[in-house]
């Protein structure tokens, strides 16, 4: 299994960036998939999960904010960042959730790095 993360970089606040996790090694179009962040103190954190049914979730600081998708024929998924914070800075890891878990994974990638920062 691999999941390899691109698109993370630095970008003012109120500014946007769209992260892509490229997929392999496992039945992608039948998975559900997480995008995921490390907060201090706390570990990984799932910002935004589509499920193998098509429902997504997203949590709160995030809603109406970042925005996933996912092509299955690329095993690709994205997060849309956009208006973008200056605590929206972190590690985004693209990760395979445990099931049942939202906040445990079982696989992630390296991670890219965004910073928001005027």
């Known amino acids: 299994v691999q999941l390899v993360e691109s698109g993370g970089g630095l970008v003012q606040p109120g500014g946007s960036l769209r992260l892509t996790c490229v997929a392999s090694?496992?039945?992608?179009?039948?998975?559900?998939m997480s995008w995921a962040r490390q907060v201090p103190g706390k570990g990984l954190e799932a910002v935004s999960i589509f499920y193998s049914n098509g429902k997504t979730y997203y949590c709160d600081s995030v809603k109406g904010r970042f925005t996933i998708s996912r092509e299955n024929p690329k095993n690709t998924v994205d997060l849309k960042l956009s208006s973008l914070k200056p605590e929206d800075t972190t590690v985004y890891y693209c990760a395979l959730p445990r099931v049942g878990a939202l906040n445990q994974f079982v696989v992630r990638g390296q991670g890219t790095q965004v910073t928001v920062s005027s």
């Open positions: 090694g496992f039945t992608f179009s039948s998975s559900t």
